[in-house]
């Protein structure tokens, strides 16, 4: 049972355009999450996290927001750029758990 | 700078022969983990250890193993590869503040098994 997930597989987006990637999750006790950005044959990249005590976080162009009442959060990129392209990956942890739970990922391809 | 490693990045097996890939880390990360990541799914956790606790899954089949002899390295064995265990295996460390604060998981780049 996926307690993570990302129902869109794949998203493409226009450069200079937002792209929201989304992701559900279904265990309410989660209150730590992160976004991982992974290239072909390397390992996810860190992106950005965001705790349950928060609604939003802004790095950059990369905003996080999170509505616990809906358990869902999503990943804004604004501008999008080409190279954004890749698979990124929802993440989850509980305070209690050491263990990060993952979705099956969206790849987002960014056109020039 | 500091990272996590795995060696080696290509791993090619025989099925039924014994392999086992590495990792080490030099953020001096009290947890480590091992995840199996086939393609369009979601990186699956086969372990971790939080020092030098081991938590096995529980859906982890005993084909796989895992020592960590050190804070600094961790190493995944699977005793008898069969073709359903070519994977991504990525290795990942965090570390727990004494706060209970948990850094983000920082991964390698991870071994790309092939099983012939």
């Known amino acids: 049972d996926q307690q993570v997930k990302q129902n869109s597989p794949s998203l493409s987006v226009q450069e200079g355009r937002i792209s929201i990637l989304n992701c559900d999750y279904t265990n309410s006790m989660f209150d730590y999450f992160l976004w991982y950005k992974k290239y072909p044959a390397e390992g996810p990249t860190f992106l950005i996290s965001?705790?349950?005590?928060?609604d939003k976080n802004e790095d950059g162009r990369f905003t996080v927001f999170l509505n616990k009442s809906a358990k869902h959060l999503s990943l804004h990129i604004v501008p999008s750029q080409p190279g954004d392209s890749a698979v990124y990956f929802c993440?989850?942890?509980?305070?209690?758990?050491?263990?990060?739970?993952f979705g099956p990922g969206t790849r987002l391809s960014v056109l020039p | 700078d500091a990272m996590v490693i795995q060696n080696p990045r290509y791993q090619v097996t025989q099925f039924g022969k014994p392999v086992t890939l590495s990792c080490s880390q030099t953020?001096?990360?009290?947890?480590m983990y091992w995840y199996q990541q086939k393609s369009s799914q979601a990186p699956k956790l086969l372990f971790h250890y939080y020092d030098k606790d081991f938590n096995n899954e529980a859906d982890t089949p005993d084909n796989f193993q895992s020592r960590r002899p050190n804070t600094s390295f961790c190493f995944l064995d699977i005793r008898s590869p069969g073709l359903g265990d070519a994977a991504m295996y990525l290795c990942?460390?965090?570390?727990?503040?004494?706060?209970?604060?948990?850094?983000?998981?920082?991964f390698g780049q991870g071994t790309r098994l092939t099983v012939v």
């Open positions: 965001i705790s349950s005590i928060k």
């Open positions: 953020l001096n990360h009290n947890v």
């Open positions: 990942a460390t965090s570390r727990e503040s004494r706060g209970g604060v948990w850094t983000e998981a920082f």
């Open positions: 993440a989850a942890k509980d305070n209690y758990g050491q263990n990060f739970v």
